[in-house]
C-alpha cells in the first residue's frame, strides 16, 4: 500500500497557530483467512510547519517565530472492516523527529534544530471506493521527547510548546 494525506497540524503551543501537515507512508500487510481484521507494517515522513508570534520576557518586544517538525517513522496499523466500504484504521508509530526553530527579532534571528525519538498514534475511517483505492479521514497525536524550545527560553522568548502535535487530514490510499 502506499498513502498521501494533508490537513491541519496545531501544535500545543497556545504562541503558535494551526499550520499544515502532511504525510506519506509506504506499507506491507495483508490477512489470516477467517479473520476480517488487516494489519500492516508501514514506514514513513510527516512534517508539519507552524507561524506564530513570541514576546521576549524581560521587554516585551516581540518576533514572529516558525517551526517545523519532520518525523521519520515505522508503525503498525490495523484495519478493521466497519460495513459496506467503510473501514476503521488504527495505528501506533516509533520514530524520530527533526525540530527547526526560527525566531526573528530587531538583534537577529535565533535557530534551533534538535533530533529526538518520538512515538504517535492515529485512528480514522477509510472508504474503500474501489478494489485498488481507498479515501480517509485521520485523526493523529504525536509526542516528541525532547524540550522543544529551549533555546528560545534562553535568550529571554517565551514560546511554550509541550513537545505534541495533533492532526487532522484527509487521506488517500492505493492498494497493491
Known amino acids: 500500500m502506499a498513502e498521501v494525506g ?9 504562541d503558535l497557530g ?10 506491507v500487510g495483508g490477512k489470516w483467512r477467517g479473520f476480517p481484521p488487516r494489519f500492516y507494517v508501514l514506514f514513513g515522513t510527516r512534517w508539519a510547519s507552524f507561524a506564530g508570534e513570541v514576546v521576549q520576557t524581560p521587554t516585551g518586544r516581540g518576533a514572529s ?16 472492516p466497519a460495513g459496506w466500504i467503510l473501514r476503521v484504521v488504527f495505528e501506533g508509530d516509533l520514530g524520530t523527529n527533526f525540530h527547526q526553530e526560527l525566531v ?13 525519538p518520538l512515538w504517535a498514534i492515529a485512528g480514522g475511517l477509510q472508504a474503500r471506493y474501489h478494489r485498488r483505492a481507498s479515501a480517509g479521514l485521520r485523526l493523529s497525536h504525536s509526542w516528541r521527547g525532547l524540550d522543544p524550545t529551549r533555546a528560545t527560553r534562553a535568550a529571554g522568548w517565551t514560546l511554550d510548546d509541550e513537545g505534541t502535535r495533533t492532526a487532522i487530514e484527509l487521506t488517500h490510499t492505493w492498494h497493491f
Do not use: I, K, Y
Open 18 to 27: 494551526s499550520g499544515m501537515g502532511l504525510h506519506a507512508a509506504l506499507g
Open 104 to 116: 526573528v527579532r530587531e538583534e537577529g534571528p535565533l535557530v534551533h534544530e534538535q533530533w529526538a
Open 6 to 14: 494533508g490537513g491541519v497540524a496545531v501544535p500545543a503551543s497556545e
Open 65 to 80: 517565530a516558525d517551526v517545523s517538525d519532520t518525523e521519520l517513522f515505522g508503525g503498525l496499523r490495523m484495519v478493521v
